[in-house]
């Protein structure tokens, strides 16, 4: 092992490669600590052997050409705000940092053309400033790059218009496989499906192009209801409103509001909330919907103040649950998709059966088109067993668990997996890309 390192700096240098622990050690980590069982798991890793820092497609190939003739593992890393940990080497190896990589090679009418490493937050304010936006991000987009979203992430703020990932909201993708000769491949339509959310396991992306929206002003809000079933049905019919163009709908029963401190003073005790991002132009009809649902509009934030103030979005999605663990640090997570002609059936159902062990967070979003709730409950952790058990509850009442507290993309259940396991074995033969994260017997 030490010949391979020795001979990796010998031919990168000191400036592409680093063996300094303290280095290793940090970026041989993600958010994997958000899951309890993923935290137990992950602890203990050994980091990785090197770090290397590529500036350039061709480093990334020569790289790839390096591990694959000495068989070391290759781990991919954008910023490391992943959350189960995707992006952890779990056979140490080589650590390959994209974050250098962080041109905006273009921006044209409704696309951007970006290097992986570009972060999302860099890239929407460069688009603003000609009329344009990213049409999905995570609530992450401030560190968060655009290669790691792509490859490691599902949807986010906007996804209640533009559907998440597999939904047209990438164009092309630049890939490099893991051979003797790295092969650079252009991948479009439909066999983009095998590089989304594939934990960087079939090809390293360089390069991605994705669409991009017109410049909206958003006015964000918080409208609060006097019970969580009237939130969610707000919540679905402003997702159906179609005069109404929103980035966010997320309702969230009490008392997960009352974790959101910055907003402390603008919340009200025991009220569900809906955190909400729409058009400027469409508020009086927002209003109308919270009227008729028997809530109002309890907070707002104008549109010329977006992004000058801490934003709504900064309290859904996954930051949600960060919130929540803020305040009480034996709180953990799950993804759901629940029905969209029985949600409230289903939601009545785990209350009866959970109470305050589980508090519940939906995202409205578009699915495959369709309008769909989709949840991100949080749950006090007491143990393994008892989570599995209201995980195997949930999907005995219907609701689908998208298990987060597993890095094996075959159990998460996002996306079909078996045919990425067969682009691993064309691009990967080796099996050395990001080895433990998908089940493929080569
Ligand atoms: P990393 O964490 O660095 O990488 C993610 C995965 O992709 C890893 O497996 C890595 O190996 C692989 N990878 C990275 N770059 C490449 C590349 N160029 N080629 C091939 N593989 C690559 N996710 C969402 O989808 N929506 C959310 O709203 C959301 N909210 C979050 C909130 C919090 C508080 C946290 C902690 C996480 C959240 N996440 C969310 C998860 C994560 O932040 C996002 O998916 C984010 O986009 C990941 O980007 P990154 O650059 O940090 O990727």
Redesign the pocket.
């Known amino acids: 092992q030490t010949t391979w390192l020795h001979e990796i700096e010998d031919q990168f240098g000191s400036d592409i490669v680093a063996i300094d622990s303290d280095i290793r050690e940090k970026l041989s980590k993600?958010?994997y600590w958000?899951s309890p069982v993923l935290n137990r798991l992950l602890q203990g890793v050994k980091a990785a052997d090197a770090v290397v820092l590529p500036r350039t497609e061709a480093e990334v190939a020569e790289v790839l050409a390096f591990g694959y003739a000495h068989r070391i593992p290759v781990?991919?890393?954008?910023?490391?705000?992943?959350?189960?940990g995707?992006?952890v080497p779990l056979q140490g190896g080589i650590l390959m940092d994209?974050?250098r990589?962080d041109e905006i090679i273009e921006i044209g009418p409704g696309y951007a053309r970006l290097q992986?490493?570009v972060?999302?937050g860099v890239i929407d304010r460069k688009a603003r400033e000609v009329g344009q936006e990213l049409r999905i991000?995570?609530?992450?987009?401030v560190?968060?790059?655009?290669?790691?979203?792509?490859?490691?992430?599902?949807?986010?703020?906007g996804s209640i218009t533009y559907g998440?990932?597999w939904d047209g909201n990438v164009l092309e993708a630049v890939?490099y496989t893991m051979e003797e000769e790295p092969q650079r491949l252009v991948i479009q339509g439909g066999e983009l499906f095998n590089?989304i959310?594939?934990?960087?396991?079939t090809?390293?992306?360089?390069e991605?192009t994705i669409p991009l929206a017109p410049r909206t002003e958003w006015t964000q809000a918080i409208a609060q209801f006097p019970t969580f079933e009237r939130s969610m049905r707000f919540g679905e019919a402003l997702a159906r409103d179609e005069r109404i163009l929103k980035r966010l709908v997320a309702p969230m029963e009490w008392p997960i509001p009352s974790y959101f401190i910055p907003f402390a003073k603008v919340i009200q005790e025991g009220q569900a909330a809906v955190m909400l991002e729409f058009a400027e132009e469409t508020l009086a009809l927002v209003e109308e919907h919270a009227q008729a649902f028997g809530g109002s509009l309890g907070h707002i934030i104008e549109a010329k103040n977006y992004r000058k103030t801490i934003g709504v979005s900064d309290f859904?999605?996954?930051?949600t649950?960060?919130w929540a663990m803020k305040t009480d640090e034996t709180m953990t997570y799950l993804q759901a998709g629940f029905q969209i002609d029985r949600y409230l059936e289903q939601i009545e159902l785990l209350k009866a059966e959970y109470g305050d062990e589980l508090f519940l967070h939906f995202e409205w979003v578009r699915s495959g088109g369709a309008v769909t709730p989709t949840a991100l409950p949080v749950v006090k952790f007491t143990t393994e067993e008892r989570l599995y058990e209201i995980i195997g509850f949930c999907e005995s009442i219907g609701v689908r668990i998208f298990d987060p507290h597993t890095w094996v993309l075959d159990q998460g259940g996002r996306g079909e997996v078996g045919s990425m396991e067969r682009k691993k074995r064309v691009n990967d033969p080796r099996g050395l890309l990001?080895p433990g994260?998908i089940i493929c017997e080569l």
């Open positions: 993600d958010y958000y781990t991919v890393r954008g910023a490391g705000t992943g959350n189960y995707q992006a994209l974050s990589m992986c490493g972060k999302l991000y995570p609530s992450t987009y560190k968060a790059t655009v290669g790691g979203f792509v490859s490691g992430g599902s949807g986010g703020i998440n990932l890939i590089y959310h594939n934990y960087g396991t090809g390293i992306m360089t991605v859904t999605w996954n930051h649950t960060l990001n994260k």
